[in-house]
């Protein structure tokens, strides 16, 4: 039986990450640093204060941590302003799961960007509780995001099915107990050993249904 639904935000229903790389491309060739050939798979998951430290640190960019995530942030909020890329019927398959199944939001965006995306979409009361990775010790892949969700949901993390389309955020969801369904994006496809972990792998959101839902409930 399945409890609850827990979706992520960036990727599954908004096509964000290409958003957040241009940002952060810029911001890091901008402020002196080198972006390095793995860092989009790395930053994918990370918590605001995690990419932070790593922009910052590992990446040479010449301001604080602090700064960096201000900064960063801005820019994001900034362009949310300006449209928000939502994925083609995200809003329909997070509308017809909400009739089923209380919903849940785990997303590593900072808590004033998902506020942006969910008002921007119309999806704010669709999500019973949503809950950044700036509010957890750890971001993903670590489990503690999609743990916390279930918690302030009241229900087993077991009995839940996650949505994601990272490679972090399958880790993370799987590592909580979550059965997890993976929507791929094309341009980030998910490490071998993370593709393992999903329980179903969908080509787009809109394959998601609650009949699909159903027979993960086994």
């Known amino acids: 039986m399945v409890d609850a639904v827990v979706f992520d935000l960036d990727g599954v229903i908004v096509d964000s990450e290409p958003v957040w790389e241009e940002v952060r491309r810029s911001y890091v060739a901008t402020h002196g640093g080198t972006w390095q050939p793995d860092t989009q798979r790395r930053l994918m998951g990370m918590s605001t204060g995690e990419w932070a430290h790593y922009l910052s640190g590992e990446l040479g960019v010449a301001r604080t941590a602090e700064q960096v995530a ?3 942030v801005e820019e994001m909020t900034r ?3 300006e449209h928000v890329p939502l994925i083609d019927d995200a809003d329909r398959v ?3 799961l909400a009739a089923r199944w209380p919903l849940g939001l785990a997303s590593s965006s900072p808590t004033r960007l998902i506020a942006a995306a969910l008002a921007a979409t119309g999806l704010t009361d669709a999500f019973v509780t949503t809950l950044s990775t700036e509010e957890t010790e750890r971001g993903k892949p ?3 995001v999609y743990l916390a969700v279930a918690r302030h949901l009241g229900v087993d993390p077991a009995r839940c099915v996650a949505v ?3 490679s972090n955020g399958v880790r993370s969801a799987a590592a909580a107990g979550m059965r997890v369904v993976a929507v791929p994006h094309g341009a980030y496809p998910l490490d071998p050993d993370a593709a393992g972990l999903a329980v179903a792998t969908v080509g787009a959101i809109g394959e998601l249904t609650p009949e699909l839902v159903d ?3 086994g």
Request: a negative charge; zero cysteines.
């Open 215 to 217: 027979q993960l409930a």
């Open 164 to 166: 994601e389309d990272s």
């Open 142 to 144: 670590a489990p503690d």
């Open 79 to 81: 362009r949310y302003r």
């Open 70 to 72: 201000d900064e960063v």
């Open 94 to 96: 997070v509308r017809r």
